[in-house]
């Protein structure tokens, strides 16, 4: 495949009578980890969600794989999704499935596997999550944040994804469950050649993670590049989040 995995073109969103996004352009690239960046209400999340198909932009585009995400030809859009996986910032998971029948979820939507390849399929994504066979039968009540996050993930990559998408992949998560979920996805990411696009507040695990940062910031990708070439750069808004004295695990907004 040629060309950007991602390619959001002249982006305008207006939400509420309020312009989140006008004339914003992102590009990413097969195999970077891309860190979406911003204050409150900046409109990274909402980027997130036109990625998916979620949120429809007032004008521009947005292409995955160089299809665009809002076709007409549900075909397109369902061959499309199938190559890209979400996690959700609280993990999304069915309250009233077990560990097994949420991960087993996108695999019964294909409707052309039997019932001992799914079961052979679960047990191998919640493997790859660092989880175990006997978390299977358990609710998403009695799993803890880390396991909730590692399940929620375990189900994003359920299609073989190329592409996965994380929204607050360690809001809610204690410093060291936030670590250790950092280090799955890294080990994820250079296992299975992903391409990842994540948003976070939290600058441990933007400096963990990401290979760059993109910054939303007066309605469009005020700046991007590595995380060193973003901190040197002289603008108020980056001075100010990026500021040494700043608690690096703040409360999710």
């Known amino acids: 495949m040629s060309g950007p995995v991602v390619r959001v073109r002249d982006l305008h969103t207006r939400l509420g009578g309020v312009w989140v996004h006008r004339g914003l352009d992102l590009d990413v690239e097969r195999g970077e980890v891309v860190a979406l960046v911003g204050g409150s209400g900046s409109g990274k999340t909402t980027l997130l969600r036109e990625m998916i ?3 429809s932009a007032t004008r521009g585009s947005v292409e995955l794989f160089g299809c665009p995400v809002a076709s007409s030809d549900p075909h397109a859009v369902r061959a499309l999704r199938r190559r890209f996986g979400v996690l959700f910032q609280h993990g999304a998971l069915f309250s009233a499935f077990t560990v097994f029948e949420n991960i ?4 019964r939507e ?4 039997d019932e001992d390849l799914i079961h052979e399929l679960v047990m191998l994504k919640l493997a790859m999550v660092e989880l175990q066979p006997r978390h299977a039968p358990l609710m998403p009540a009695e799993l803890s944040g880390g396991m909730v996050k590692r399940v929620a993930l375990a189900r994003a990559l359920a299609l073989e994804p190329e592409l996965l998408l994380l929204d607050e992949p360690t809001a809610g998560l204690d410093p060291d ?3 250790s979920f950092v280090q799955l996805v890294r080990l994820l990411h250079q296992q299975l050649g992903l391409t990842v696009v994540f948003v976070t507040h939290d600058l441990d695990t933007l400096a963990a993670l990401a290979t760059r940062v993109a910054v939303l910031a007066e309605h469009r990708i005020l700046a991007q590049g590595s995380l060193e ?4 750069m002289d603008h108020p808004f980056i001075r100010n989040f990026f500021a040494p004295g ?4 703040d409360a999710p907004h």
Request: glycine share 14%; proline share 5%.
């Open 110 to 113: 294909l409707g052309v596997l």
């Open 246 to 249: 700043r608690q690096r695990r």
């Open 53 to 55: 198909g979620l949120g």
């Open 104 to 107: 087993a979820f996108p695999l």
């Open 229 to 232: 070439q973003i901190v040197a």
């Open 177 to 179: 469950r936030s670590a």
